[in-house]
């Protein structure tokens, strides 16, 4: 039997051309969606998800090209183009008769929970991310040795073709890397869910590749064209992360102010895969989003 959240209702909704994504949904009130990154499923928000589900409608797809939801060929850069999966989100939501929502997102996630909030104001009311800077500041901060903790953003960059059987051929061990390299508590990825993280990449390695391949292509365009409109979100914004900053030699708030004005920036001593590794902090992050 697949892995659900425990108490919430799964479908499949439609996305902008047609693509299906399966859903889960839980709870009642206003709407918030969770988007979920990689190498994980809709499956990383369990905990926060139930947490949120006594005042909201939660809301946890798998992003197009991952777990349960339809995996459309890469036809074009538009197919996994952060802003073809944003128009995903909208239309699933609007699927459930939600024309306004709350928006959360981590990692692959927080990077089409951007391109939501600048492409839907009209719908976006709140956006919440989760570790991750803006794609056009990530290029540019990634430098030197340092910027050896990016590896697969330049693998799977390249043209189709090599990167896919690379990752094909050690699929266990590439996904696992991450899954092991960037949890400062292991523990907060039981068993069963790993290997179900395990399963579902190893299943969809072209269209996670081609997610992947738009964030430094298709990707770059539309952000750049924001960012020389001067664009910002016109909605609160809380951001969460590791210091990565202090790591990488740059300062990540800064970074998020010069897009979002009312901004919550705040760091946390949980590991990349935070909504697992502390639900309550994460969850707690949200409901003061939602309060602003």
Not at 210 to 215: E, G, K, L, N, V
Not at 254 to 264: F, Q, V
């Amino acid at each position: 039997m697949p892995l659900t959240i425990p108490g919430f209702d799964y479908t499949r909704l439609p996305g902008a051309d047609g693509a299906m994504l399966s859903t889960a949904i839980g709870g009642t009130g206003s709407p918030v969606v969770l988007l979920h990154g990689f190498p994980q499923t809709h499956l990383m928000w369990r905990q926060v998800a139930e947490r949120l589900a006594a005042r909201h409608t939660v809301i946890c797809p798998d992003l197009r090209g991952y777990g349960a939801s339809d995996k459309p060929p890469a036809t074009g850069p538009d197919v996994y183009a952060k802003r073809t999966m944003a128009a995903d989100v909208v239309a699933l939501a609007a699927a459930l008769g939600h024309e306004r929502l709350a928006l959360v997102g981590h990692d692959r996630g927080a990077l089409v929970a951007f391109r939501a909030g600048l492409d839907h104001p009209e719908t976006i009311t709140h956006l919440g991310i989760l570790d991750v800077v803006p794609t056009l500041d990530m290029w540019n901060v990634l430098h030197g040795v340092s910027g050896a903790v990016g590896f697969h953003l330049y693998l799977m960059a390249q043209p189709d073709g090599l990167p896919e059987t690379m990752i094909i051929n050690s699929a266990d061990a590439f996904f696992g890397f991450f899954l092991d390299a960037w949890a400062n508590d292991p523990a907060a990825i039981p068993a069963d869910v790993r290997a179900e993280y395990l399963r579902a990449s190893a299943a969809a390695v072209p269209s996670i590749v081609a997610d992947y391949r738009a964030s430094a292509g298709v990707d770059l365009t539309h952000d750049q064209a924001d960012l020389d409109a001067g664009s910002q979100f016109a909605m609160p914004v809380s951001v969460v992360q590791q210091d990565w900053g202090a790591q990488l030699g740059f300062d990540a708030e800064a970074l998020w102010r010069a897009w979002a004005p009312d901004l919550d920036h705040r760091l946390t001593r949980a590991g990349h895969f935070m909504a697992e590794e502390a639900p309550d902090e994460i969850a707690r992050v949200i409901r003061d989003l939602l309060a602003r």
